[in-house]
RNA sequence: UCCCCGAUAGCUCAAUGGUAGAGCGGACGGCUGUUAACCGUUAGGUUCGAGGUUCGAGUCCUCGUCGGGGAGCCA
């Protein structure tokens, strides 16, 4: 094979009428006697090889005959802009060498079921759905740290193994330390507390775990979060920073993702809306919206999944719910100082039902008062003597928050489970591949 | 943990209680512009498991296993 430059699918663009050689994988294949139609992707994108029987030597001709689904090529050839082409450019083929053939696979280009297709994540990833999702996912991470990074927000990374649960409401994995228990995190926020008071303003970012039994399309037993915390912000400042992080990730995505978007089918129109600022409601008057829907829940009770999509409808952007009831909320969680029976807590909804993406707010900052909460939480005092530390030593109001990234990318992606948000998601039940 | 639904060829699905089938994928052959290409030939089955009803069960009943959707809980 002559020593033609490399190229990648995603640049192709940049080599027309040029001789390029491309690595990569047979997606599907079309041909006649003659003419050969080897659609060809190399993780970066894909395009349509046309290998002419006339034009190319009988071993390269061969070699595309002997091409099955997902077998591994390398194609060299001419790039050419075509109006036929769906991604507007095509490769005409000089020649061909096959680098392994792949065995039958079990992933055809027809309908599957979810179980099958889970059964074989490992393949199924390498589907353009699929693909698509995890690329949009990846550039949601990566707007999101740009736009701490860039805002004077500095990583500083929380432990994944601690010796005691964060919250104390969720179950938690256990897991054997020395022989000592240690469990699985469901939370960097407390120690996110404790670098913030160093840093100022802080976010961490890495996978949670929560041993819950939830058996929904919004829920994985391991999932990735960033979580940020900001010295002296109140529950106003708090939802600023949500606001802004969340309309500059799906403007982002919407400027550099658009063919991934394209390729999963995502109305847009409606992510075009998400722009500052959000809606904000209280408690009492979600509360309301339930009421005239006809979902009348009693003062102090959380909501569903449920009432959170009934509540999205009413909004074309993400909306704010903030002030709900103590007894709904964490121990840390700052109680409003004009109704001590409201928090100044805050989630933020996703529009069209994908639910809460987002959960934070005023953290409580006096040491009395933090105390008074472990004993009515029947909280173990030992554990967290060093968070109440904090609050002994230079201690000032906080907020800060957690941002579920499949939930995330599932409402960017319009998807309908968080399930192909992650590459090899923990459910319930099932934990291979 | 609870409620609902499902399991038949590698995959997606058919089959009134009466001989287990199709499409895709595989193999072989044909076709010079295909777009989940098309056309022909062909191989491929312990109908999830264990019992039961019946002359006869993929189909009806009981139990179990596995999976899906949802609830609760949460991001």
Redesign the pocket.
Known sequence: MPALPKAYIENIANFVDQEVTLQGWLY????????Q?L?VRDGSGMI?C?V???DVSSDAWQAGE?L??ESSLEVSGRV?A?K???GGY?L?ATDLKVVQIAE???????????????NNRHLWLRSRRQHAALRVRAEIIHALQEFYDSNGFVRVDTPILTPAAC?G???LFETDYFGEPAYLS??GQLYNEATMMAFGRVYCYGP?F?A??????????E?W?IEPEIAYADLDECMRWEEESVAYVVRRVLQTRAAELEVLERDTSRLQKVAVPFPRISYDEALEILKKAGEEIPWG?????????IISEDFEKPVFIHGYPTK???FYMQPDPQRPEVTLSV??IAPEGY??????GQRIHDLNLLEQRLEEYNLPREPYEWYLDLRRYGSVPHSG???????TVAWICGL????ETIPFPR????MYP
């Not at 009770?301 to 999509?309: A, K, L, Y």
């Open positions: 599907n294949k079309r041909s006649s006697g003659k003419i139609f659609l349509q046309v002419s029987r006339a002997a099955t689904q050419r075509d036929r082409a769906p095509e005409t039958e696979y079990p992933i055809t280009p027809k309908e599957h079921g979810v179980d099958f297709l889970m919250e409401t969720t179950t469901q939370s949670t929560r819950e039994k939830s058996k929904t399309r919004r829920h994985l037993m999932f979060m009770e959380d909501f569903g999944g449920g009432h959170e999509t709904a909320k964490a989630d933020l639910g809460e993406i987002i959960g934070g928050y957690g941002q579920g990234i499949e939930r309908e489970h968080v399930r459910l319930l039940y099932r």
